[in-house]
């Protein structure tokens, strides 16, 4: 392959790469189902917060794994690399003066599964993976139901009785 055209290949790459890059405005009467009508290049007013629910009850969980929700209001909570608000109740040596339920032990862990005397770095920042519950009806329904349920019903299904 010659210079030159070595150098003609590599510049229709670079131009379709360019052009690829290039922002593609929507087209006209598009309407994005998250900004509305807003064209791309203003800003959007946030949707207005509805109360969350604040009555420090347990929510039962909608499928395996789920972080528990959170049962109560967190509106300016101060959690950053200096402060985590969350842990003047939840740390484990303050739950029995405050009644909150205790940080789980796997936030004490590191990612080889050795116990730590703190709080995992990986795990410090919990609206990571905690939210607060919104009492908003449900998109779809779902019938899940936990181990624990499922093997209670298991024991009581009549193969397993003898």
Not at 76 to 95: M, P, S, V
Request: charged residues 20%; positive net charge; aromatic residues 8%.
């Amino acid at each position: 392959m010659t210079l030159r055209s070595l150098v003609t290949v590599l510049s229709l790459l670079a131009l379709s790469a360019w052009a690829q890059t290039a922002a593609t405005p929507p087209s006209k009467g598009f309407v994005d189902a998250m900004r509305g009508p807003v064209p791309i290049d203003q800003p959007t007013k946030p949707p207005v917060l509805a109360n969350n629910v604040n009555d420090d009850q347990r929510v039962p969980r909608n499928y395996e794994w789920q972080p528990p929700v959170i049962p109560h209001r967190v509106d300016g909570y101060q959690i950053d690399k200096n402060f985590n608000k969350c842990l003047d109740c939840h740390a484990r040596a303050k739950t029995d003066f405050s009644h909150a339920i205790p940080v789980s032990e796997t936030h004490y862990m590191d990612r080889s599964g050795k116990k730590l005397d703190h709080l995992s770095t990986r795990r410090y920042f919990c609206m990571q993976c905690h939210v607060p519950q919104e009492p908003a009806r449900p998109l779809v329904g779902n019938t899940f139901e936990g181990f624990d349920a499922l093997m209670k019903k298991g024991a009581q299904t009549p193969a397993n009785k003898k």
